[in-house]
């Protein structure tokens, strides 16, 4: 969908101002012309902190995607059947964090921000491993797009060991349109950058491209060293007046999380074109000098706002965005030295602009704090309690407020939680479920009515199973779930469990467990074996631990189809590098045939 103006509504802020941002110093340049460079890029950073994130991850019709594996700063974790993960005190920086996704049919995916101290909510939205053509080895070939977005290849390949690859090479492309509004979802990192002399920049991008190569087998392909491939990127017609003749180009590292300037692309007509010696996103950018930027809102009984989204536009370089948390702010890079437009949407009553303000310009990292002093809408705050089935404080979950058809996430903080929201004029019903992450136990859905400008709803227990689910923990923290694609198949004596990875390709999860309850140990002599999904660095493996004598408890079995089989398993295994990690999981299913 192409970006439209919305229409303007007048509400009257007051505005105060706050220098640094609560950050340490860092090499900005301040008032001073002459820029330093740290000698290391991730100096830019900042301090090391902990902070919280709540995030969906989606496909391109926005729907949720289960199972994709999460990591921030260490932890990992997977999406639940709402595409919906938490991961709480992530080691970030003050000034970067950098949160990855990644599920196997799809691009890889990330988001990096500059966090905030409430809950940093991200959403991303992964790009399918869609074949665009295929070319083969030894000879050209030219992949095309409908839009115009082409890549020309020499014919010499490898593999990710340096090995010369020889074969049909599968390419799997995507134009990422400024001008559409999922480009920001769909991008990786954020538009942060290292150019070549190693300094910090912000980025206007006027067109990207994903460009993924696949060997016969599935392999992860790259161009050859000493090989080039020409790119092709078209600029959309409502941005031609002010692309630059050239312009820098720079791809995405997936491993740090920021993009870095490498060659240049020449305007031909409509369309910029390059030459590039490997593939990951490429990007058509003008570069800018940034300061960090702080933005808080409250209302008139200083009570935050969250969930509001902030757009702030420079003539030059154009706009960049955020939504405020539950402390009402939100945090990220502006142009320096530029004057600023701010302009504060609700999203809660449609499209709704709500505040607009000349701001800046600012040479150093600032803060900004503005109270909704006037308005015609009613400031609604949600207030309740989330037990889990046994009647205790939720430790590890979060609710789902929908209201005017827009759904809205918190984290519960042992057990508690709280929404201050925008209520629309004449909307006075909204709902509210809740969902057990340490259990994959939700709520019912409850339909409220806001009482006065503060609505508390009495306790609400989570004791709804999740229809199908595959959990374990490795080393008592990197949790691994899964909910779709699933498969049992029983007989008389013994049953599997099958977890499909993608059409025509299965992974025996479970081999052979006798259909009968008790307690089993796998090996290699009685055909029970364990596979388990294991990430090791950034990349997933499939591990047979079958025998390592794994501890299997089958607790139910059902008497046919449809019915559910739920076993525990414990024990430990040795990863494909020699390290031992325990293993603790429980397995929750239904049976196919």
Same mark, same amino acid.
């Given at each position: 969908?192409?970006?439209?103006?919305?229409p303007?509504?007048?509400?009257?802020?007051?505005?105060?101002?706050?220098?640094?941002?609560n950050?340490?110093?860092?090499?900005?340049?301040?008032?001073?012309?002459?820029?330093?460079?740290?000698?290391?890029?991730?100096?830019? @950073?900042?301090?090391?902190?902990?902070?919280d994130?709540?995030?969906?991850?989606?496909?391109?019709?926005?729907?949720?995607?289960?199972?994709?594996?999460?990591?921030?700063? &260490?932890?990992?974790?997977?999406?639940?059947?709402?595409?919906?993960?938490?991961?709480?005190?992530?080691?970030?920086?003050?000034?970067?964090?950098?949160?990855k996704?990644s599920?196997?049919?799809?691009?890889?995916?990330?988001?990096?921000?500059?966090?905030?101290?409430?809950?940093?909510?991200?959403?991303?939205?992964?790009?399918?491993?869609?074949?665009?053509g295929t070319?083969?080895?030894?000879?050209?070939?030219?992949?095309?797009?409908?839009? &115009?977005?082409?890549?020309?290849?020499?014919?010499?390949f490898?593999?990710?060991?340096?090995?010369?690859?020889?074969?049909?090479v599968?390419?799997?492309?995507h134009?990422?349109?400024?001008?559409?509004?999922?480009m920001?979802?769909?991008?990786?990192?954020?538009l942060?950058?290292q150019?070549?002399?190693?300094?910090?920049?912000?980025?206007?991008?006027l067109?990207?491209?994903a460009?993924?190569?696949?060997?016969?087998?599935?392999e992860?392909?790259?161009?050859?060293?000493g090989?080039?491939s020409?790119?092709?990127?078209p600029?959309?017609?409502?941005?031609?007046?002010?692309?630059?003749?050239?312009?820098?180009?720079?791809?995405?590292d997936?491993e740090?999380?920021?993009w870095?300037e490498?060659?240049?692309?020449?305007?031909?007509?409509?369309?910029?074109v390059?030459?590039?010696?490997?593939?990951? @996103?490429?990007?058509?950018d003008?570069?800018?000098?940034a300061?960090?930027?702080?933005?808080?809102?409250?209302?008139?009984?200083?009570?935050?706002?969250?969930?509001?989204?902030?757009?702030?536009?420079s003539s030059?370089y &154009?706009?960049?965005?955020?939504?405020?948390?539950?402390?009402?702010?939100?945090?990220?890079?502006?142009?320096?030295?530029?004057?600023?437009?701010?302009?504060?949407?609700?999203?809660?009553?449609?499209?709704?602009?709500?505040?607009?303000?000349?701001i800046?310009?600012?040479?150093?990292?600032?803060s900004?704090?503005?109270?909704?002093?006037?308005?015609?809408?009613?400031?609604?705050?949600?207030?309740?309690?989330?037990n889990?089935c046994?009647?205790?404080?939720?430790e590890?979950?979060?609710?789902?407020?929908?209201?005017?058809?827009?759904?809205?996430?918190?984290l519960?903080?042992?057990g508690? @939680?709280?929404?201050?929201?925008?209520?629309?004029?004449?909307?006075?019903d909204?709902?509210?479920?809740?969902?057990?992450?340490?259990?994959?136990?939700?709520?019912?859905?409850?339909?409220?009515?806001?009482?006065?400008s503060t609505?508390?709803?009495?306790?609400?227990?989570t004791?709804?199973?999740?229809e199908?689910y595959?959990?374990?923990?490795?080393?008592?923290?990197?949790?691994i779930? @899964?909910y779709?694609?699933?498969?049992?198949?029983?007989?008389?004596?013994?049953?599997?469990?099958?977890?499909?990875?993608?059409?025509?390709?299965?992974?025996?999860?479970?081999?052979?467990?006798?259909?009968?309850?008790?307690?089993?140990?796998?090996?290699?002599?009685?055909?029970m074996?364990?596979?388990?999904?294991?990430?090791?660095?950034?990349?997933?493996?499939?591990?047979?631990?079958g025998n390592?004598?794994?501890n299997?408890?089958?607790t139910?079995?059902?008497?046919?189809?449809?019915?559910?089989?739920?076993?525990?398993?414990?024990?430990?295994f040795?990863?494909?590098?020699?390290?031992?990690?325990?293993i603790?999981g429980?397995?929750?299913v239904?049976?196919d045939?």
């Amino acid at each position: 969908m192409k970006s439209t103006k919305t229409p303007f509504v007048l509400l009257l802020f007051a505005i105060t101002y706050l220098t640094s941002c609560n950050l340490d110093d860092g090499p900005y340049l301040g008032n001073d012309t002459q820029e330093s460079i740290p000698e290391t890029f991730s100096q830019y @950073f900042g301090n090391d902190i902990s902070r919280d994130f709540l995030g969906t991850v989606v496909d391109e019709n926005n729907a949720p995607i289960a199972g994709a594996t999460i990591s921030v700063g &260490g932890q990992v974790t997977q999406t639940d059947i709402n595409g919906i993960f938490i991961l709480q005190d992530a080691d970030v920086y003050e000034r970067f964090g950098y949160v990855k996704a990644s599920k196997p049919g799809y691009l890889n995916g990330s988001r990096a921000l500059v966090p905030s101290e409430g809950t940093n909510k991200v959403r991303i939205m992964l790009l399918p491993e869609t074949i665009a053509g295929t070319v083969s080895s030894g000879q050209p070939g030219e992949v095309e797009l409908s839009n &115009g977005s082409s890549v020309n290849f020499d014919g010499n390949f490898m593999d990710e060991n340096g090995t010369t690859y020889e074969g049909n090479v599968n390419v799997i492309m995507h134009h990422l349109d400024p001008t559409d509004d999922d480009m920001e979802l769909q991008m990786p990192g954020m538009l942060y950058a290292q150019n070549e002399d190693g300094a910090e920049r912000m980025l206007q991008t006027l067109g990207m491209l994903a460009v993924e190569l696949k060997g016969e087998s599935g392999e992860d392909l790259n161009l050859a060293e000493g090989s080039s491939s020409e790119i092709r990127i078209p600029v959309d017609p409502s941005l031609m007046g002010m692309a630059p003749a050239t312009i820098p180009l720079w791809y995405f590292d997936e491993e740090h999380g920021y993009w870095k300037e490498e060659g240049e692309a020449t305007l031909q007509g409509n369309e910029y074109v390059g030459v590039v010696t490997h593939f990951s @996103f490429w990007n058509c950018d003008i570069p800018a000098e940034a300061i960090t930027l702080c933005v808080n809102v409250v209302d008139i009984e200083n009570n935050p706002l969250d969930s509001l989204i902030l757009n702030i536009t420079s003539s030059t370089y &154009g706009t960049t965005s955020g939504i405020t948390d539950e402390k009402g702010e939100v945090c990220g890079l502006v142009p320096r030295n530029e004057s600023l437009l701010l302009e504060v949407y609700d999203f809660t009553c449609g499209q709704q602009l709500i505040f607009s303000e000349s701001i800046g310009p600012f040479s150093e990292d600032e803060s900004i704090n503005f109270t909704l002093a006037t308005t015609n809408e009613i400031i609604q705050t949600i207030t309740g309690t989330i037990n889990n089935c046994n009647g205790e404080n939720l430790e590890n979950g979060y609710v789902v407020i929908n209201y005017n058809d827009q759904e809205n996430y918190k984290l519960v903080n042992n057990g508690n @939680f709280e929404f201050n929201i925008i209520s629309c004029e004449s909307i006075n019903d909204f709902s509210l479920r809740a969902v057990d992450l340490n259990t994959f136990q939700t709520s019912a859905t409850y339909n409220y009515t806001f009482n006065t400008s503060t609505t508390n709803i009495d306790s609400i227990n989570t004791c709804i199973s999740q229809e199908e689910y595959i959990i374990y923990f490795i080393d008592n923290s990197n949790d691994i779930m @899964f909910y779709d694609n699933i498969d049992v198949d029983l007989n008389e004596n013994n049953f599997t469990v099958l977890r499909r990875l993608e059409p025509g390709s299965d992974m025996k999860f479970l081999t052979d467990l006798p259909n009968e309850l008790g307690q089993f140990i796998t090996s290699s002599t009685n055909g029970m074996i364990l596979n388990v999904f294991y990430p090791v660095g950034s990349s997933n493996q499939y591990v047979s631990i079958g025998n390592y004598g794994i501890n299997i408890e089958i607790t139910y079995i059902g008497a046919g189809v449809g019915d559910l089989i739920d076993m525990n398993f414990n024990g430990t295994f040795q990863d494909p590098g020699g390290v031992e990690h325990t293993i603790e999981g429980q397995v929750h299913v239904r049976i196919d045939e």
